[in-house]
């Protein structure tokens, strides 16, 4: 069973930075490519990045190419998603999650963390 655990959500002005931590747990974290997503109010959960299993490709939504930056520690076993030049429509719950490498599909999810930018 593999665990994730989001962090570093928070409250943050327009234009401002934010890092998102996921921490994976339970299972060789090599063998998982992971993604963050994001849930803004009445709509659907989004792809809004993901990273292979060992980091050498990474995929972003548009909307946040160039202000987002996925990356991946395997000494710590974590996943980052570094956030600068905020907009009011990033504001979401942010959702991090795996798949294992003969896997389709993302089955394992984290809490989610709440991200809210102000103006």
């Known amino acids: 069973q593999v665990q994730l655990v989001e962090s570093g959500g928070g409250l943050v002005q327009v234009g401002g930075s934010l890092r998102l931590s996921c921490v994976v747990s339970g299972r060789t974290f090599s063998n998982y490519h992971v993604a963050w997503f994001r849930q803004a109010p009445g709509k659907d959960r989004v792809l809004v990045s993901s990273i292979n299993r060992s980091g050498s490709t990474t995929y972003y939504v548009d909307s946040v190419k160039g202000r987002f930056t996925i990356s991946r520690d395997k000494t710590k076993n974590t996943v980052y998603l570094q956030m600068n030049s905020v907009k009011l429509e990033d504001t979401a719950v942010y959702y991090c999650?795996?798949?294992?490498?003969?896997?389709?599909?993302?089955?394992?999810w984290g809490q989610g963390t709440q991200v809210t930018v102000s103006s």
């Open positions: 999650a795996a798949r294992a490498i003969a896997s389709g599909e993302y089955g394992y």
